[in-house]
Structures are given as structure tokens and as C-alpha cells.
């Protein structure tokens, strides 16, 4: 029975072992006759910068086997049952990583990603990768896959609304105006990945540059035409400049270029002087204007009118900006016709801060005895250089004296002749210091005590 038993096992482990031959055998030729069949479309082919992409697809598996050992030039579709378990996809635009997706088991996938680029024709490419698929729902096997295609970039259409001075003075600044459009959209409109553009102005050899709002896409560059002459003048419009982490650092730049010529002509209306030249606050300012005769020219202080006067017959006037408006900082001097042409001219002045008198008074309080001499020091200095005194001194009641300095740092001395005293005496010292229309009183205490006078 024993034997039985073992020949039994035998038998068993030999038909064992030739099923699993037999299944590595077809399992292998299964394999290598698996065909993948990958099916996509690009929405839309023709993409807008920084617009979204989308990549949707299906993936197929098939085992096909060749007919030609028959001697038949063809293939037959085996009803092999393959199953597709799952994998990953990766799209990339010339680098740009669009994104990635999860292959399902019903072998379908959707990538969608914005086109950080700029327009032009450039590479797309699907990676497929760890195909999972199974045979019979036993057998396994894992591919990649790598499909190369192309993606068609285009620029979309900017338009720029460019408002442009019909009269420009020489001297004078001017202002740029515009809106830029993408397909007739806002900037953020049109896309949310869009930052500010810029506006470069290029004329006689000069460049400006201003930003444009991404939100409503207006600008504005000021110019200023140094010369009465024809200029010509270059402007660059960026719509949108912005730099977006997708894999690399991507900068995107589209744009539309326009040019046209400008005349400046000497403006009617300038300030020919402005008087004094250091303007210290609290001093009247006094304004030179040149205009056209016979014409009223009203004079402004930051917004404010303050003067107004005819020009003569040689188009001449002189305005004046009162001492009480005139205070430390930084302002803005207007004139303007007071009728049209309402053109106008301004200057930016900077008032400084009146500088007073400062005063070093050195009158130390003092204890001593009759025979001695008492010292007080006296500076006045204004910005940086001595001023002039006069000094006017009281001790007590009992002695009072005054004298003038001319060089700004005298002395002031008090002589105590030795006297019979065997008490202390407190007094108070008062002294009075004038220079340049200024006062600065000093009041400190002198003890005299007795003396050994005999």
C-alpha cells in the first residue's frame, strides 16, 4: 500500500510539474504576443498660451499571434482574457510636466494642465508607466510605454488701446495712456496665471518703463521731451510677464510692438525763475513767469492759490507766495492760465527748516570767598558760525553790568574783593544773551563766604 501511496504522490508531483512547464510556456509566448494599443486625444490641438490641455485616453490589450509559421502573412487575435489592473501616466510639453493621471481598469486616463509656454510648435509626450495587466487573471505583466506627439502653441490676440498727447510742450511731462486686451479679455480675464506685464517706451536713445494692471490691463509711462522737435517713439506692450514652478522656472513673454512720432513744441507757459534760490521758511517766495501777453497767470502753493497777475506786453509777470505759507518740507509751484488753454507748469521746491540762534551759556553755580573771581563762557553760534552778542548780567541787587561781543564767544568775569565778612552770602546770577533778534536767559547761584582779609 506503501508503494501505491508513493507512486500516487509521484504521478501527482510529475503532472505538477509538467502543467507548470506547460504554463510558463504559453504564459511566456502569451507575453510576448501581448499588444498595447493606446488611444488619445489632445483637446484642443491647438492650444492658446496659458490656456489648460487636456490629454484623455484609453488604453487597450491584446494578445496577437503571428500566422506566419503557416506561412500565412498575418496576425490572428487570440480570446485570451487580459485584464488591465492599473498604471500611471506623465504628460510633459517641452518639459513642462502638464500632469499626471491614474490609469483605471477600464484602461481610460485624463491629464489637463495649463501651457506655460511660449506659442510655437513643441514636443508632447505621454509616459506610460507599470502597465499592470493580467492573463486568464493569473498571469502578470508590467510595460512602459513612451508616445511622442506635438502641441501647437498660439499667441493670442492682443490689442492695445493707446492714448497718446495731441500737443506736447518741450520741458514738460507727458503721459502714455493704454489698455491691452487678450482676445478681447482682461489680463486675468483671459488667464488666472498671469502677473503684471510691462510697457517699455523707447525714445531719441531714452527707455521708460511702467507695469501693466493684470486685472483691468491699463498702463501708463510718462515722458518728458527735453527739446522743441520731432520724436519718434517706440512702444513695447508685454501683455503679461510671469514665471510659474512647473518642473522649471518657465518665463512667458508675448507681446505687440507699436511706434509713432511726437512733436514738442516750446510750451506757452514757463516759470523763468524762481527767487530766492535757498528758500529758508518763513521768507516770501517770489516766481518769474513768461507767457503769452495780456493773459491773467494764476500762481498755485500745493493746490492752493495764492497769487494771481497779468502778464505786460512782453508776456511778463511776477507772482509771489506769501512768508506765512512758506514752511519746511518739500512743495509743488503751479502757474497756469486762469482761462483755456488751461495749461499749466509745475516746479518742485524744497523749503528748509529756519535755523535759530544756539546758545552755550557755561555758568556753573559756585561756592567760594570774597578775593575770588567767578567765570561764565558764553557761544552764539547760527548754522556752524559765530553770531554777534550782547550780554546783560544782574547779581542780586547789588551789581548789574552789560557789554557787547562781536566775535559770538566772550567771558563773562566777576571780581570779589577781599572784604571783612564771617558769613555766607547766596545771590542769584541772571544772565541775559541777545543775538541776531534772539533772547536766552541763564540764571544759576554764587555763595560768597567770609574772607581772611585782615
Known sequence: MISIAVSIVALIAAIGSALGVAYTVVRTLIDSCLRIEVNYEIIPKRVKTLKVVTIEGKVDAKVWVPMWPMGLPLSIEYPVPVIIRGGNVRVQAAGQVLGTSVIGTDGKFSVAGPIILNPGRVPLIININNLNCTLWGVAWTQRDLVIRDDLIIEKPTIKVQLKTPQVVYSGKTVTIKGVVTLDDKTPQEYSPYISEGQVTVVYNGKKTTGKVDPQTGEFYVQVKFDEPRNYDLIVDVLAFSTFAYVGLWTQISVGVTYTFSATATPPPLTITRIEPERIIEGS??????????????????????????????????????????????THIIKVSFSEKPRISISKVVEVLEKVGVKFYVEAPSATFRYGGIYEANIDTIKENKYVPHRVVWRLGTIQKGEYNCETGASTLRLVFPKQRYSTYYVLTLSITVYADSEMYIKQTTIRIGYSTYK
Open 284 to 329: 516770501a517766495i517770489r516766481v518769474y513767469v513768461e507767457a503769452t501777453p495780456n493773459k491773467e497767470i494764476i500762481l498755485e502753493w500745493d493746490d492752493t492759490k495764492v497769487d494771481s497777475a497779468w502778464t505786460d506786453e512782453q508776456g511778463r509777470c511776477v507772482l509771489t507766495v506769501p512768508s506765512t505759507k512758506v514752511k519746511s518740507g
